[in-house]
């Protein structure tokens, strides 16, 4: 159980194109799902949190209008990298969990390879 | 001063032994510990929970916390050179915080044969 899939797995864009990665709970309802980004040898940074039917928090310094999400769904988020720039290329990663609770697990998507050329 | 610390590391252990890894937490409120393994270019996969001071155990994995000295750490027994991976501690602050993990940078740990 607690299944997370994410889609693409990897990507290869130009630059100034837009990407859409697709994150989806298999075999829960995800009342709120998370989107991390990663760079090499560092740890996960927290970009948003978005709840079903509502509108993404972002954290600081992270631009809602390049990095568009969009939780239309208890099951699905999508992130959506506008005009990606090469330093845009990174490691993203989403992870959902079934509640708000203290005890709720954030199971964790396989992330998604994003190059930017 | 960091929200949550781990040593980066790396640490190494011989096969078979016991690695202990370490992480401390800043907010005095936090009430859930989570301890996540990372292998290098995959996403991070749950191994532990714990809520409660004292120890937890699965399998060759046990987790303390101890929430007055702030601190939880993850204890791997009969380490395997599978074990290798990056350890990522976890942790859910308390108040309003809609379910968001702050983690630790992470330790690297290497079991070598």
């Known amino acids: 159980g607690a299944v997370v899939s994410q889609h693409p797995s990897w990507v290869i864009c130009k630059s100034g194109t837009s990407v859409k990665i697709e994150c989806r709970s298999l075999?829960?309802?995800?009342?709120?799902m998370f989107w991390y980004r990663q760079f090499p040898k560092q740890s996960l940074m927290l970009m948003a949190t978005?709840?079903?039917?509502?509108?993404?928090?972002?954290e600081q310094g992270v631009e809602k209008d390049k990095f568009l999400i969009n939780h239309a769904s208890l099951t699905l988020s999508t992130l959506t990298v506008t005009s990606a720039h090469p330093e845009d290329s990174s490691f993203y990663i989403c992870?959902?969990?079934?509640?708000?609770?203290?005890?709720?697990?954030?199971?964790f998507g396989p992330g998604t390879r994003l190059l930017v050329l | 001063q960091k929200e949550v610390e781990q040593n980066s590391g790396p640490l190494s252990v011989p096969e078979g032994a016991i690695a202990s890894l370490n992480c401390t937490y800043s907010?005095?409120?936090?009430?859930?510990f989570f301890w996540y393994r990372q292998y290098s270019g995959k996403s991070p996969e749950l191994i532990m929970s714990?809520?409660?001071?004292g120890d937890k155990e699965d399998g060759r994995f046990t987790a303390q916390l101890n929430k007055a000295s702030q601190y939880v750490s993850l204890l791997i027994r009969d380490s395997q050179p599978s074990d290798s991976a990056t350890y990522l501690c976890?942790?859910?602050?308390?108040?309003?915080?809609?379910?968001?993990?702050?983690f630790g940078q992470g330790t690297i740990l290497t079991v070598h044969p």
């Open positions: 978005s709840n079903e039917g509502s509108k993404a928090t972002y």
């Open positions: 714990i809520y409660s001071n």
């Open positions: 907010d005095r409120v936090s009430q859930s």
């Open positions: 976890a942790v859910k602050p308390g108040g309003t915080s809609y379910g968001k993990l702050t």
């Open positions: 992870s959902a969990t079934p509640g708000q609770g203290n005890q709720e697990t954030q199971y």
């Open positions: 075999d829960f309802q995800a009342t709120t």
